[in-house]
């Protein structure tokens, strides 16, 4: 079998858009965001905050099924935002974004440290680290088939593992319904919404894999099931956990956070079989997120390359197995990097709310695209339409740039952290974007209208 021009292959079904586009989200690290969005919210009022995200997030998702309908790219945002608001901010918000997907494998790598340091404290942990980034580098690789079977089998079973530790700890527990409708004050409510936003990070990464899925309406599909999926495992865990475990035995002080809960969480409503059930579970979680970022950045790197954002060696394709190996490669070196960063220093609460507040921001910065483009692009064929049309686009837009502002303006270094950093990795890229890419196009532009000059035949007078 040949590769397609483009160097890559539709091999992706439904299953796997739906694997891929929860697995990013499924993360160790995502224990800690359920447990500071209970702290902040009343008896096991939890649920509430993280059902209220995963109705954003709806919207988001039907933004990015119309704009991944319109412009079916493995460059993804980068060429939605290009067609409403111009090239320079398409790069820097695509460039941004990708660059805080990467980070967020930070601050998973510290949480599987201590959770593999706790089943064999006899290996360190950065070893571990090293083989599990490889072991999903490999997949990938190996092509999508193949990265795809591993990521279907490993997110399955992370649902199946949390929904079922999940039931049986809230059978053996003191589970109290009334309390569930304790929602806290409206303030904490909106600062828990902004920060469970963390909880679906990455779902819409899937808009990369638009050129090798087998069926264009697999993206949307996918999305909204990943949404819904990702509500209701979250929603569950979130109920068990305060409902048979101490608030302080889960989240430690301010200083010190507990950087295991769940593993807290399991020990305590299971015991040491339910402890040991729950690391394989985190294993697989932290693998699931490596494989699927590796799966998603990597073909937007690529597509960056071919466009000829980024330099063109991250556009070289595996002639074996169709995969855009130096892509592929580069996001397994900077993984290890940030990964042990992260692990030595310790600051992955910043890195948590970088990504809450960078999501929802790219969030509302998809749903004003879709208005915009209604306008600009309205001929345009769109297999799929965002219900409530540009009323709803916009409305959500502001909310989420609401939200995003409500994580930064948190009282507490960790936010103001994270706001500062996203802003000096978007000023790196807009700096980049003004020096290197621009004045790159238009030298390409050049060079193409002097080869149609240099075709186009001469007149009788110009001989």
């Known amino acids: ?109 510290y949480v599987l440290s201590y959770v593999l340091h706790t089943a064999i404290p006899q290996i360190p942990p950065p070893i571990w680290i090293v083989l599990m980034i490889t072991l999903a580098t490999v997949a990938n690789f190996r092509g ?116 295991t809960p769940h593993l807290v969480f399991a020990l305590t409503a299971l015991g ?47 002639l074996k197995y169709a995969t855009p190996d130096v892509a592929v490669f580069t996001i397994y070196v900077v993984a290890l990097v940030v990964s042990m960063a992260v692990y030595f220093t310790r600051s992955f609460v910043t890195l948590i709310n970088l990504a809450a507040v960078t999501e929802a921001l790219i969030y509302s910065f998809a749903l004003v695209t879709v208005a915009s483009l209604r306008k600009k692009d309205a001929s345009r064929e769109r297999p799929y339409r965002m219900v409530g049309g540009s009323v709803l686009a916009i409305s959500g837009s502001v909310l989420f740039l609401l939200v995003g502002l409500g994580v930064v303006f948190q009282n507490n270094p960790a936010a103001w952290g994270a706001g500062i950093l996203l802003v000096v990795i978007a000023a790196g890229w807009f700096a980049y974007v003004r020096k290197v890419v621009l004045p790159r196009k238009e030298q390409l532009k050049l060079q193409q209208k002097q080869r149609r000059a240099s075709r186009r035949p001469q007149s009788s007078e110009e001989l």
């Open 272 to 318: 040491r079989a339910g402890a040991w059930v729950m690391i394989v579970t985190s294993l697989f979680m932290s693998l699931t997120t490596f494989n699927a970022g590796l799966i998603s950045v990597s073909r937007f790197i690529y597509a960056s390359a071919r466009d000829h954002v980024l330099p063109p060696r991250f556009a070289h394709v595996s």
């Open 1 to 109: 079998m040949t590769a397609p021009q483009n160097g890559l292959r539709r091999t992706i079904g439904l299953r796997t858009v739906i694997s891929t586009s929860a697995g990013l989200t499924f993360a160790s690290s995502t224990f800690l965001v359920v447990v500071t969005v209970g702290m902040l919210m009343g008896g096991n009022g939890a649920w509430l905050p993280i059902c209220i995200a995963g109705i954003l997030c709806a919207i988001a998702a039907a933004a990015f099924a119309e704009l991944c309908g319109l412009y079916p790219n493995a460059a993804g945002i980068r060429v939605y935002v290009q067609r409403a608001f111009g090239e320079e901010a398409a790069q820097v918000v695509a460039l941004t974004y990708m660059s805080v997907v990467t980070l967020v494998v930070g601050a998973e790598a």
């Open 144 to 259: 999508l088939k193949v990265a795809g079977m591993l990521q279907d089998i490993i997110t399955y079973s992370v649902v199946v593992s949390i929904v079922l530790m999940s039931l049986f700890a809230l059978n053996t527990g003191a589970f109290h319904p009334a309390a569930l409708m304790h929602p806290g004050s409206p303030g904490s409510l909106f600062t828990a919404v902004g920060i469970a936003i963390f909880l679906f990070v990455g779902f819409e990464w899937v808009t990369p894999l638009a050129e090798e899925v087998k069926d264009h309406r697999s993206i949307a599909r996918g999305m909204f099931a990943a949404v819904i999926l990702l509500t209701v495992v979250y929603s569950l865990v979130a109920t068990a956990m305060f409902a048979t475990t101490g608030r302080a035995a889960l989240f430690g002080t301010v200083m010190h956070r507990v950087p």
